[in-house]
């Protein structure tokens, strides 16, 4: 029984330390987008800053912040920004939908690929 409790914990610390690290390329990732529109890459890691930050870059009103705290209306909210923030870097609909469902694999490829900020609308 013991054994099998070590496993078990084992397990969990495994799938604990991959989940940090799936966080930390995010994170990371995010960094360099932010750092690649302009804005500070430390702005990448503040929570609720962060998303105001990100609506300047998608050019969405700071409003939409207020979306974020309603149930369901959030993870629409989530999907256009994310959309968006693929578009803005000159990629289609389905990045951006990579973006939502695999942000750790596209998040850092928006950030440390070739792609370019085309900059905000006029």
Same mark, same amino acid.
């Given at each position: 029984?013991?054994?099998?409790? &070590?496993? +078990?914990? !084992?397990?969990?610390? !495994?799938?604990? $330390?991959?989940?940090?690290?799936? !966080?930390?390329?995010?994170i990371?990732?995010?960094?360099?987008?932010?750092?690649?529109?302009?804005?500070?890459?430390?702005?990448?890691? +503040?929570? +609720? /800053?962060?998303?105001?930050?990100?609506l300047? $870059?998608?050019?969405?009103?700071?409003?939409?912040?207020?979306?974020?705290?309603?149930?369901?209306? &959030?993870?629409? %909210?989530?999907? +256009?920004?994310?959309?968006?923030? !693929?578009?803005?870097?000159?990629?289609?609909?389905?990045?951006? %939908? =990579?973006?939502?469902?695999?942000?750790?694999?596209?998040?850092?490829?928006?950030?440390?690929?070739?792609a370019? /900020?085309? =900059?905000?609308? &006029?």
């Amino acid at each position: 029984m013991e054994g099998m409790m &070590n496993a +078990i914990q !084992a397990a969990a610390a !495994a799938v604990g $330390i991959f989940g940090v690290v799936l !966080a930390v390329i995010v994170i990371v990732g995010f960094w360099k987008v932010f750092s690649k529109a302009g804005e500070p890459g430390w702005s990448s890691i +503040i929570p +609720i /800053y962060s998303f105001i930050v990100l609506l300047k $870059i998608i050019d969405k009103p700071i409003w939409w912040i207020i979306l974020m705290f309603i149930p369901l209306v &959030n993870f629409i %909210i989530a999907i +256009i920004c994310c959309l968006e923030l !693929a578009k803005k870097f000159g990629k289609g609909a389905g990045f951006g %939908i =990579g973006l939502v469902f695999l942000s750790f694999i596209f998040v850092p490829i928006l950030g440390f690929g070739k792609a370019e /900020y085309q =900059g905000h609308s &006029n």
